[in-house]
């Protein structure tokens, strides 16, 4: 099994989240070029179409994902943002006051590991850039079936690499030596920066991460590539 599948070392990745929290949303708009934005209005277009939605958004941080959503999709009735870092969940409840979500938008701290959720309990889960850093993807995925309702989708954002040569050695440079650099200037966290480096070249992605999904328990899974293959979109139905 791949140290990027179960990796202990990870148990306590939330802490470095912490300590950048106050920078990240920032940074990570520079970083994607404001691409994320775009991918995550693709996930979007992929929920379940019915209304009374509830959403969980794993790995929520500052909330990004889940306020876009419930922002562009009026069939989401609730949704919970689950962090294990308070500091980015700190951030994301100021925005979810000052944007007027407090009614449809609760952020709780949780493990995806462990989550504290009963069976069955929502229509759709999203995870954006931040399955890589599960320390124990396999038991966050059963995790994921457990708690959806029949019918149900995850749908999971993610940094990939790309198939095209060219592109992949441009984005190996970028991730290697521009995103430390330059994120580690406006953090004044570069080893933060480093890691995040290192773990999106170590995640399995594609196909690879279509086979996971299928071991646990998934029965129906596709995955779509965006902007060259730099992230993809995982659609994974119960």
């Known amino acids: ?9 990870k148990q306590s990745s939330w802490q470095m989240f912490d300590r950048i929290a106050k920078t990240y949303d920032p940074v990570n708009r520079l970083l994607s070029f404001g691409l994320d934005i775009k991918w995550r209005k693709r996930v979007n277009s992929l929920l379940p179409q019915k209304k009374n939605l509830k959403l969980l958004d794993l790995a929520t941080g500052t ?4 306020l876009l959503l419930c922002r562009i999709n009026t069939n989401i009735e609730q949704a919970i943002g689950m962090d294990l870092s308070e500091g980015m969940l700190e951030k994301g409840r100021i925005k979810v006051k000052e944007q007027g979500f407090s009614k449809r938008i609760e952020l709780r701290n949780g493990d995806a590991v462990n989550l504290p959720l009963e069976d069955e309990s929502f229509d759709a889960i ?4 931040g399955i890589r850093n599960v320390p124990n993807v396999p038991k966050a995925m059963e995790e994921m079936v457990r708690v959806l309702s029949p019918g149900g989708k995850s749908l999971i954002l993610e940094f990939s690499m790309p198939k095209n040569p060219i592109v992949r050695f441009g984005h190996l440079f ?9 994120g580690g200037i406006i953090s004044g966290d570069f080893k933060a920066y480093k890691y995040l480096n290192t773990s999106i070249e170590a995640f399995p992605d594609g196909s690879d991460f279509c086979t996971l999904l299928s071991n646990a ?16 979109i995982y659609e994974a139905s119960k």
Request: glycine share 4%.
């Open 1 to 9: 099994m791949s140290n990027a599948i179960k990796d202990p070392s």
């Open 63 to 66: 909330a990004d994902q889940v």
């Open 126 to 129: 999203t995870m954006s850039f």
């Open 174 to 182: 970028y991730l290697r030596y521009i995103l430390p650099l330059v």
């Open 217 to 232: 328990g998934f029965s129906s899974v596709k995955h779509y590539p965006v902007t060259f293959g730099i992230a993809t």
